[in-house]
C-alpha cells in the first residue's frame, strides 16, 4: 500500500471513532441524563465537522500546492452524510416515531428543524452522485450539482443557530459559523481574482482566411 493509501485508511478509521466513543459511552454508562439528546447532538455536531473539513480540502490543496488533499474530500463529505443520517434517524425514530405526518409538520412549525432538513436533503444527490462512475456521467453539471454544499453548509450553521438561540448558548456554534464563513468567503474571493485574471488576458486576433 502507497504512503497515501495508507493516510486514506487511517482517515477512514479515525473517522469512525466519533460513533466508537458513542458506543463506548453507551456501554459505560456515559451518555449523560439524557442519551438521546446526547447522540442526537453528537452525531449531528460530527456531521457539520465533516462537512467543514471536506471543505476544507480544496483551500488546503490551494494554500499547499498539493494536490492529495482533495483525495480525502469524497471520503469526508461521505462521512458527513454518514452522521447526518443517524442525526436524522434518531429524530425521526424518538421524536416522531416514524410518522411522517408528524414530522411534516415539526418541518413547518420551526425554522431550526426546517433548515436542517434542508440540508439533509440536498445532501442526498451529492452523496449518491459522489462516485467516479457519476462524474463521468453528469460531466460538467456534476460540478453545478455539488456546489450545493455551499447552500448545505449555510443551513446547517442555521439549524445549529436557531437551535442553540433557544438556549442563548452560542459560543460552539459561532466557532462553526466563522469557519464556515471563511471557507466560503475565500472560495468568493479566489473566483473573483479568477475572473478578473481572465478577464485581462489580451484576446488573440482570429486568423485571417486567405481566398483562393
Given amino acids: 500500500m502507497s504512503a497515501l493509501g495508507l493516510v486514506r485508511f487511517a482517515v477512514f478509521v479515525a473517522s469512525l471513532l466519533p460513533l466508537t466513543r458513542l458506543f463506548w459511552l453507551g456501554m459505560n454508562d456515559g451518555l449523560t441524563a439524557n442519551p438521546v439528546e446526547f447522540v442526537t447532538r453528537s452525531t449531528g455536531t460530527w456531521a457539520l465537522v465533516f ?6 480540502m480544496t483551500p488546503l490543496r490551494r494554500l499547499t500546492g498539493l494536490v492529495q488533499w482533495i483525495k480525502f474530500r469524497r471520503m469526508l463529505g461521505l462521512y458527513s452524510f454518514f452522521y447526518a443520517v443517524l442525526h436524522f434517524s434518531l429524530w ?6 416514524f410518522d411522517l405526518a408528524e414530522m411534516w409538520r415539526d418541518v413547518l412549525e420551526r425554522p431550526f428543524i426546517a433548515a436542517g432538513f434542508t440540508a439533509f436533503l440536498l445532501l442526498i444527490p451529492l452523496a449518491a452522485t459522489s462516485t467516479k462512475g457519476m462524474m463521468r456521467l453528469l460531466g460538467h453539471r456534476w460540478v453545478q450539482l455539488h456546489r ?3 447552500l448545505i453548509a449555510v443551513a446547517a450553521i442555521l439549524h445549529y443557530w436557531w437551535h442553540k438561540a433557544g438556549k442563548n448558548d452560542f459560543g460552539t456554534v459561532s466557532i462553526y459559523a466563522g469557519v464556515v464563513t471563511w471557507l466560503l468567503g475565500v472560495r468568493l474571493w479566489w473566483a473573483w481574482q479568477d475572473n478578473r485574471r481572465r478577464s485581462r488576458r489580451p484576446v488573440k486576433p482570429a486568423a485571417r482566411s486567405t481566398v483562393a
Fill in 148 to 150: 450545493l454544499v455551499y
Fill in 92 to 97: 425521526l425514530w424518538v421524536d416522531h416515531s
Fill in 51 to 56: 462537512l467543514c473539513l471536506s471543505l476544507s
